[in-house]
């Protein structure tokens, strides 16, 4: 029986972008530039949930890492991370590579090697409510979001290796090539 036995794990929207903030998808359903290529290396791929839209919805508002940087959020993504983990180890154990884990960047749950932070984005939006402000409070800061936090969290207590890649949906051609000079 013919198989590679390497597996990639990526964010849920890498290969269904229909899960993301409504307006902010800027391919039709997966991101073909980097998936074609991982197919024809060979790649076998397990698509990790997608922790916003399996707690709010597809009809959620954007949000920041604050604002999901609570215990309840915490403990909702490892309940969703739990089984991924028991595949990590049921395939280490048995001869298969876990090559890596691609992410998506300034996502405030899926960011790798940055998120994005505020600490105006809560409240009712009435009449003092400044769109402007708000928007100008975002920064993006060097941090993991929460999901990739608890991730990595759950592989250390698992003594489990993996090496980290993300998408920067900001300029995603740049790092789809950087991510394929590597895998
Ligand atoms: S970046 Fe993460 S939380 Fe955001 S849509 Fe993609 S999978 Fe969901």
């Given at each position: 029986?013919?198989?590679?036995?390497?597996?990639?794990?990526?964010?849920?929207?890498?290969?269904?972008?229909?899960?993301?903030?409504?307006?902010?998808?800027?391919?039709?359903?997966?991101?073909?530039?980097?998936?074609?290529?991982?197919?024809?290396?060979?790649?076998?791929?397990?698509?990790?949930?997608?922790?916003?839209?399996?707690?709010?919805?597809?009809?959620?508002?954007?949000?920041?890492?604050?604002?999901?940087?609570?215990?309840?959020?915490?403990?909702?993504?490892?309940?969703?991370?739990?089984?991924?983990?028991?595949?990590?180890?049921?395939?280490?154990?048995?001869?298969?590579?876990?090559?890596?884990?691609?992410g998506?960047d300034?996502?405030?749950?899926?960011?790798v090697?940055?998120?994005?932070?505020?600490?105006?984005?809560?409240?009712?939006?009435?009449?003092?409510?400044?769109?402007?402000?708000?928007?100008?409070?975002?920064?993006?800061?060097?941090?993991?979001?929460?999901?990739?936090?608890?991730?990595?969290?759950?592989?250390?207590?698992?003594?489990?290796?993996?090496?980290?890649?993300a998408?920067?949906?900001?300029?995603?051609?740049?790092?789809?090539?950087?991510?394929?000079?590597?895998?």
């Open positions: 029986m013919q198989r590679n036995k390497k597996i990639l794990l990526l964010s849920h929207c890498l290969l269904n972008v229909n899960s993301k903030v409504n307006k902010i998808a800027n391919y039709g359903g997966c991101l073909e530039e980097l998936m074609v290529p991982l197919i024809q290396k060979g790649y076998g791929f397990i698509q990790l949930p997608c922790p916003e839209l399996l707690s709010c919805g597809i009809k959620r508002w954007g949000q920041v890492k604050e604002q999901l940087d609570t215990p309840y959020f915490r403990k909702h993504c490892e309940k969703l991370l739990e089984p991924i983990i028991q595949q990590l180890i049921d395939y280490s154990n048995s001869g298969y590579k876990i090559s890596a884990c691609i998506v300034n996502s405030p749950s899926c960011g090697n940055t998120t994005c932070k505020s600490s105006k984005w809560e409240g009712e939006i009435d009449s003092s409510f400044s769109l402007e402000e708000t928007l100008n409070s975002l920064n993006i800061v060097n941090e993991k979001g929460v999901f990739m936090e608890v991730f990595k969290s759950l592989l250390d207590k698992n003594a489990i290796n993996l090496d980290f890649y998408i920067n949906e900001s300029n995603p051609n740049t790092s789809v090539k950087n991510i394929l000079k590597e895998l």
